[in-house]
């Protein structure tokens, strides 16, 4: 059996709280129980073996360039674009639109940090679901 070695995903931030509760609503995934505002380090727990948390650490410079890394979203639930929508609602920022007349395409957002993601069509849209 393979147990994946991915035990968190880091995200540097200048709050860490506020970022993951963004990003906890992009995710699903609680806020642990034993962190609070204020706390240097954030965490959000899948609460699934083998599921790597996000973790949140505060640094103390803003984020300046493109990241090298970024996670992609697929809508567990209704559209890209409705995800799109509600996730601008929450304070991200359009990156770069990428989508297609033929309905395929993804769009890149920031979170409130600057952090870049993509979103990409949900499973129904794919015809997954």
Partial sequence: ????????????????????GFWSE??????HP????GDEEILLDPGQPGVPGLL???VPDAKSLKNRV?????PPSGTRDEM????????AKLVDDR???DGLGWVVLADP????????????ERGEG
């Fill in 1 to 20: 059996m393979f147990a994946n070695p991915v035990r968190h995903i880091t995200f540097d931030a200048l709050d860490p709280y506020r970022t993951a």
């Fill in 99 to 101: 989508r297609r007349e």
């Fill in 84 to 91: 799109v929508e509600r996730l601008i609602g929450l304070g």
């Fill in 70 to 74: 970024h996670l992609d979203i697929q």
């Fill in 26 to 31: 992009v995710t699903g995934f609680p806020i």
């Fill in 34 to 37: 034993n962190d609070v505002e």
């Fill in 56 to 58: 949140f650490i505060r």
């Fill in 113 to 124: 940090e600057g952090n870049e993601l993509c979103i990409e069509r949900g499973a129904a």
